[in-house]
């Protein structure tokens, strides 16, 4: 069954926006422009960005930033992971072999 989009509105740093996106994603949706909302207002608060698109172009970058610090940790934790199973691997058959 086709996804038929439906119109949301959300409120970006004292903005109304519409938006279109699939009826299933809606509520996801609304998190992310609360995020980017709240994000915007701490830049704006700071005193040290003027103008609403400098203002969201900071807190883009900032977003993004954070989303790959996240990825670069969860790969290196991944990494790290992979790494102990393979040893442990190692450790059980020298023990199931008795070496």
Do not use: W
Request: hydrophobic share 35%.
């Amino acid at each position: 069954m086709p996804q038929h989009p439906t119109t949301v509105e959300v409120d970006i740093l004292d903005k109304e926006y519409l938006v279109a996106c699939p009826e299933e994603s809606r509520e996801s949706l609304r998190h992310a422009a609360r995020h980017l909302d709240t994000k915007m207002r701490e830049i704006r608060a700071s005193g040290k960005v003027f103008g609403t698109e400098r203002i969201a172009v900071m807190a883009a970058l900032n977003i993004t930033h954070d989303m790959l610090e996240q990825n670069t940790m969860s790969d290196a934790a991944t990494g790290l992971l992979r790494a102990m199973e393979s040893k442990l691997d190692g450790a059980l058959g020298d023990s199931k072999t008795g070496t």
